[in-house]
T-cell receptor
Framework: DSGVTQTPKHLITATGQRVTLRCSPR?????VYWYQQSLDQGLQFLIQ???????AKGNILERFSAQQFPDLHSELNLSSLELGDSALYFC??????????????FGPGTRLTVL | GENVEQHPSTLSVQEGDSAVIKCTYS??????FPWYKQELGKGPQLIID?????GEKKDQRIAVTLNKTAKHFSLHITETQPEDSAVYFC????????????FGAGTRLFVKA
Protein backbone atom coordinates (compact mmCIF):
# COMPACT_ATOMS: atom_id res chain seq x y z
CA ASP A 1 0.00 0.00 0.00
CA SER A 2 1.58 3.26 -1.19
CA GLY A 3 -0.48 5.49 1.10
CA VAL A 4 -2.08 7.28 -1.86
CA THR A 5 -5.85 6.83 -2.05
CA GLN A 6 -8.12 7.34 -5.03
CA THR A 7 -11.88 7.34 -5.33
CA PRO A 8 -13.94 6.02 -6.89
CA LYS A 9 -12.33 2.75 -7.91
CA HIS A 10 -14.63 2.34 -10.90
CA LEU A 11 -16.73 4.85 -12.78
CA ILE A 12 -19.11 4.17 -15.66
CA THR A 13 -20.70 7.07 -17.47
CA ALA A 14 -22.00 8.17 -20.84
CA THR A 15 -20.52 10.30 -23.58
CA GLY A 16 -20.91 14.01 -23.03
CA GLN A 17 -21.01 13.69 -19.26
CA ARG A 18 -18.65 15.16 -16.66
CA VAL A 19 -16.92 13.27 -13.85
CA THR A 20 -14.61 14.09 -10.97
CA LEU A 21 -11.85 11.82 -9.76
CA ARG A 22 -10.41 12.31 -6.31
CA CYS A 23 -6.94 11.70 -4.90
CA SER A 24 -5.50 11.97 -1.41
CA PRO A 25 -1.69 12.03 -1.35
CA ARG A 26 0.53 10.29 1.18
CA UNK A 27 0.71 12.05 4.50
CA UNK A 28 3.18 14.90 4.22
CA UNK A 29 3.51 14.85 0.43
CA UNK A 30 3.00 18.23 -1.20
CA UNK A 31 3.04 17.24 -4.88
CA VAL A 32 0.30 15.44 -6.74
CA TYR A 33 0.54 14.11 -10.28
CA TRP A 34 -2.15 12.77 -12.59
CA TYR A 35 -1.57 10.14 -15.26
CA GLN A 36 -3.75 8.47 -17.86
CA GLN A 37 -3.20 4.83 -18.84
CA SER A 38 -5.20 3.57 -21.79
CA LEU A 39 -5.64 -0.13 -22.48
CA ASP A 40 -2.27 -1.81 -22.89
CA GLN A 41 -0.59 1.57 -23.03
CA GLY A 42 2.03 3.29 -20.97
CA LEU A 43 1.49 6.11 -18.54
CA GLN A 44 0.80 9.53 -19.99
CA PHE A 45 1.55 12.43 -17.69
CA LEU A 46 -1.34 14.88 -17.48
CA ILE A 47 -0.58 17.50 -14.82
CA GLN A 48 1.27 18.19 -11.59
CA UNK A 49 0.31 20.33 -8.58
CA UNK A 50 2.47 21.43 -5.72
CA UNK A 51 0.98 22.83 -2.54
CA UNK A 52 -2.10 24.05 -4.37
CA UNK A 53 -0.42 25.47 -7.45
CA UNK A 54 -0.07 24.02 -10.93
CA UNK A 55 3.61 23.24 -11.59
CA ALA A 56 3.80 21.21 -14.79
CA LYS A 57 1.52 20.27 -17.61
CA GLY A 58 1.71 17.30 -19.91
CA ASN A 59 -0.64 16.06 -22.60
CA ILE A 60 -3.79 17.17 -20.87
CA LEU A 61 -6.81 17.94 -23.01
CA GLU A 62 -8.62 21.25 -22.63
CA ARG A 63 -11.71 19.28 -21.57
CA PHE A 64 -9.77 18.11 -18.53
CA SER A 65 -8.85 20.22 -15.53
CA ALA A 66 -7.48 19.64 -12.07
CA GLN A 67 -6.95 21.39 -8.80
CA GLN A 68 -5.30 20.80 -5.46
CA PHE A 69 -7.05 21.96 -2.33
CA PRO A 70 -5.61 23.43 0.90
CA ASP A 71 -5.77 20.01 2.57
CA LEU A 72 -3.61 18.80 -0.37
CA HIS A 73 -6.13 16.40 -1.86
CA SER A 74 -6.60 16.79 -5.58
CA GLU A 75 -9.43 16.39 -8.04
CA LEU A 76 -9.29 15.70 -11.77
CA ASN A 77 -12.32 16.91 -13.68
CA LEU A 78 -13.12 15.34 -17.05
CA SER A 79 -15.88 16.96 -19.10
CA SER A 80 -17.63 16.37 -22.43
CA LEU A 81 -16.48 12.79 -22.16
CA GLU A 82 -15.73 10.77 -25.28
CA LEU A 83 -15.36 7.04 -25.78
CA GLY A 84 -11.61 7.50 -26.09
CA ASP A 85 -11.41 8.87 -22.57
CA SER A 86 -12.02 5.40 -21.20
CA ALA A 87 -8.84 4.55 -19.32
CA LEU A 88 -7.22 4.07 -15.95
CA TYR A 89 -6.42 7.33 -14.23
CA PHE A 90 -3.66 7.28 -11.67
CA CYS A 91 -2.69 9.80 -9.10
CA UNK A 92 0.81 9.87 -7.63
CA UNK A 93 2.36 11.95 -4.90
CA UNK A 94 5.84 12.97 -3.85
CA UNK A 95 7.24 15.02 -0.99
CA UNK A 96 8.50 17.98 -2.96
CA UNK A 97 8.46 19.61 -6.35
CA UNK A 98 10.93 20.77 -8.88
CA UNK A 99 13.21 18.04 -7.71
CA UNK A 100 13.42 15.63 -10.60
CA UNK A 101 14.82 12.90 -8.40
CA UNK A 102 11.74 12.86 -6.20
CA UNK A 103 10.14 9.43 -6.10
CA UNK A 104 6.50 9.30 -7.07
CA UNK A 105 4.17 6.92 -5.21
CA PHE A 106 1.12 5.79 -7.14
CA GLY A 107 -2.42 5.22 -6.00
CA PRO A 108 -4.53 2.21 -7.06
CA GLY A 109 -6.19 4.14 -9.88
CA THR A 110 -9.72 4.90 -11.05
CA ARG A 111 -11.04 2.91 -13.98
CA LEU A 112 -13.24 5.14 -16.13
CA THR A 113 -15.54 3.58 -18.71
CA VAL A 114 -17.38 5.88 -21.10
CA LEU A 115 -20.29 4.23 -22.91
CA GLY B 1 9.86 15.77 -28.22
CA GLU B 2 11.51 13.73 -25.52
CA ASN B 3 10.69 10.06 -25.33
CA VAL B 4 11.69 6.82 -23.64
CA GLU B 5 11.86 3.63 -25.65
CA GLN B 6 11.51 0.34 -23.83
CA HIS B 7 12.28 -3.17 -25.09
CA PRO B 8 11.09 -5.82 -25.29
CA SER B 9 7.35 -5.28 -25.07
CA THR B 10 6.86 -8.88 -23.95
CA LEU B 11 9.31 -11.19 -22.25
CA SER B 12 8.79 -14.80 -21.28
CA VAL B 13 11.35 -16.63 -19.13
CA GLN B 14 11.56 -19.86 -17.22
CA GLU B 15 11.51 -19.69 -13.45
CA GLY B 16 15.06 -19.28 -12.17
CA ASP B 17 16.34 -17.61 -15.33
CA SER B 18 17.31 -13.95 -15.60
CA ALA B 19 15.29 -11.22 -17.27
CA VAL B 20 16.66 -8.03 -18.78
CA ILE B 21 14.62 -5.01 -19.86
CA LYS B 22 16.26 -2.11 -21.67
CA CYS B 23 15.31 1.54 -22.01
CA THR B 24 16.72 4.40 -24.04
CA TYR B 25 15.95 8.05 -23.36
CA SER B 26 16.39 11.12 -25.49
CA UNK B 27 16.48 14.04 -23.03
CA UNK B 28 20.08 14.60 -22.02
CA UNK B 29 18.83 16.58 -18.98
CA UNK B 30 17.33 13.42 -17.47
CA UNK B 31 18.92 12.64 -14.13
CA UNK B 32 16.60 10.21 -12.37
CA PHE B 33 15.54 6.81 -13.64
CA PRO B 34 12.94 4.86 -11.65
CA TRP B 35 11.54 1.43 -12.47
CA TYR B 36 7.98 0.48 -11.62
CA LYS B 37 6.20 -2.85 -11.41
CA GLN B 38 2.49 -2.93 -12.13
CA GLU B 39 0.46 -5.98 -11.22
CA LEU B 40 -2.98 -6.57 -12.64
CA GLY B 41 -5.54 -4.19 -11.23
CA LYS B 42 -3.02 -2.21 -9.21
CA GLY B 43 -1.08 1.00 -9.51
CA PRO B 44 2.62 1.07 -10.45
CA GLN B 45 4.94 0.36 -7.56
CA LEU B 46 8.52 1.60 -7.41
CA ILE B 47 10.95 -1.32 -7.28
CA ILE B 48 14.31 0.38 -7.82
CA ASP B 49 15.70 3.69 -9.02
CA UNK B 50 19.02 5.15 -10.03
CA UNK B 51 20.38 8.66 -10.20
CA UNK B 52 22.64 10.02 -12.87
CA UNK B 53 25.72 10.11 -10.68
CA UNK B 54 25.59 6.34 -10.21
CA GLY B 55 26.33 3.65 -12.79
CA GLU B 56 24.79 0.64 -11.10
CA LYS B 57 22.53 -0.16 -8.18
CA LYS B 58 21.47 -3.49 -6.76
CA ASP B 59 18.73 -4.58 -4.38
CA GLN B 60 18.65 -8.33 -3.78
CA ARG B 61 17.56 -9.96 -7.06
CA ILE B 62 17.06 -6.66 -8.87
CA ALA B 63 19.74 -4.45 -10.37
CA VAL B 64 19.73 -1.41 -12.60
CA THR B 65 22.56 -0.11 -14.76
CA LEU B 66 22.88 3.31 -16.33
CA ASN B 67 25.02 4.44 -19.25
CA LYS B 68 24.62 8.23 -19.51
CA THR B 69 26.85 8.51 -22.55
CA ALA B 70 24.69 6.13 -24.51
CA LYS B 71 21.50 7.33 -22.79
CA HIS B 72 20.31 3.92 -21.86
CA PHE B 73 19.52 2.04 -18.68
CA SER B 74 18.53 -1.52 -17.97
CA LEU B 75 16.70 -3.58 -15.37
CA HIS B 76 18.09 -6.99 -14.47
CA ILE B 77 16.08 -9.53 -12.50
CA THR B 78 17.93 -12.66 -11.47
CA GLU B 79 16.50 -15.97 -10.25
CA THR B 80 13.05 -15.02 -11.51
CA GLN B 81 9.99 -16.29 -9.68
CA PRO B 82 6.35 -16.59 -10.83
CA GLU B 83 5.44 -13.61 -8.62
CA ASP B 84 7.77 -11.46 -10.73
CA SER B 85 5.21 -11.74 -13.53
CA ALA B 86 3.86 -8.23 -14.13
CA VAL B 87 4.26 -5.20 -16.37
CA TYR B 88 7.46 -3.24 -15.79
CA PHE B 89 7.84 0.42 -16.69
CA CYS B 90 11.00 2.45 -16.92
CA UNK B 91 10.93 6.23 -16.64
CA UNK B 92 13.25 9.18 -17.06
CA UNK B 93 12.86 12.41 -15.12
CA UNK B 94 14.35 15.82 -15.77
CA UNK B 95 13.97 19.28 -14.43
CA UNK B 96 14.38 21.25 -17.61
CA UNK B 97 11.41 23.43 -18.52
CA UNK B 98 9.50 22.26 -15.49
CA UNK B 99 9.32 18.88 -13.83
CA UNK B 100 8.91 16.12 -16.35
CA UNK B 101 8.73 12.34 -16.11
CA UNK B 102 8.38 10.27 -19.24
CA PHE B 103 7.50 6.60 -19.02
CA GLY B 104 8.40 3.81 -21.37
CA ALA B 105 5.58 1.79 -22.95
CA GLY B 106 6.09 -1.12 -20.57
CA THR B 107 7.31 -4.71 -20.70
CA ARG B 108 4.98 -7.56 -19.88
CA LEU B 109 7.06 -10.21 -18.11
CA PHE B 110 5.85 -13.79 -17.86
CA VAL B 111 7.73 -16.16 -15.58
CA LYS B 112 6.83 -19.77 -16.26
CA ALA B 113 6.96 -22.19 -13.37
Amino acid sequence: DSGVTQTPKHLITATGQRVTLRCSPRSGDLSVYWYQQSLDQGLQFLIQYYNGEERAKGNILERFSAQQFPDLHSELNLSSLELGDSALYFCASSPRTGVSTDTQYFGPGTRLTVL
Amino acid sequence: GENVEQHPSTLSVQEGDSAVIKCTYSDSASNYFPWYKQELGKGPQLIIDIRSNVGEKKDQRIAVTLNKTAKHFSLHITETQPEDSAVYFCAASSRGGGFKTIFGAGTRLFVKA
